[in-house]
């Protein structure tokens, strides 16, 4: 792996929601610091990163791991805070990179980073973290990418990997099977009431051009969650016996996300959403300024309508994190804990 980068980020308006940080713009962010620092190994600025052909490379996501440890919430980030990234990059088979990112209020020291060598030391740290796999492509008209390699790869030293990265393994094992290992696990979590999760729910998006498109004119890998997550919310405000209010969906914040990319869309697209969830009550705890009052999992497909290609799946672990002086909010989410209660 490379040495250990460091980037920073000042927190405006463009990167919130309503009293946290936004997952979306993170994401966006943390592609673009990847990117920056590989084509650094090629030794070129991102557009000029070429293949042996001359023709210009562009960074496709292949998987992606955001995480936050269970006793942190995104509010702790807010206008004005200054956010400092360290990540770490290495890659494989001269076309495939893994990189590593821990990031918080306050620097990061070295010493800190000596044991974040891999994705599982990233997850037992008490840092927000996250783990990304990309792979490098040519603007090919379509929606499927065929990986190429960079010229200057051939040409430098780079801090190459003795083994694939686990998300690439993974990309390739969940492409043949749908299974995601390794995941908080399923199982353990309970049915929500009314609700037969062996089958998808489904609803449709229409790709959103002016949000949605990348330069390639496909959806931007970064928009995939989002895109999953109006599927998530639509689910909770449409397909349960009793539905909940737009103000208690606007509570869940995600803690931990995985996602597997296997193809993109283009602007006249349909996309269907599948989405299963299940619900982990929360564990007793004293009254604080936020509430967390359980965990919702969902396991979420993106497919294009046209011909069903399976574009993307993931699976996802948000709080239920309440203001305490939101009393309403409060009152919903402890009446949904005594209909699971009592449907189990």
Known sequence: MSSWREFRLHLGMPHLVPG???EEPLLKQLGAFQWQAVADLAG???NAVVTEAGERLHFSMISLELG???DRGWEEFD???ELHFRHQAGVFGHKLVEGLFLFDKEPILEAELQAAHDR???AQGHRPWAYLTHGFVTQTPGTWAKLETPKAFGERPLPELAAMPAGIAEH???ERTGTIEGFPAWAQAVRLPGVDDSRPAQFGYEVQPEVDLNALGVIYCARFPAIMASGERRLLREGLPTPLSAPIVACLSTLHRRVYYFASASREERLQIRVQARFCPPQSAAPSRIRSMGRFLFRTDLHRASDGVLMA???TEKALRVPGQSKPILTESERLL???????
């Open 68 to 70: 936050l440890p269970t």
């Open 172 to 174: 390739m094992s969940v």
């Open 44 to 46: 070129q600025p991102e």
């Open 79 to 81: 206008e004005g805070c």
């Open 20 to 22: 946290r940080l936004a």
């Open 120 to 122: 599982d030391a990233l």
């Open 313 to 315: 799946c993931a699976l």
């Open 338 to 344: 005594a209909r699971i209660q009592r449907s189990g």
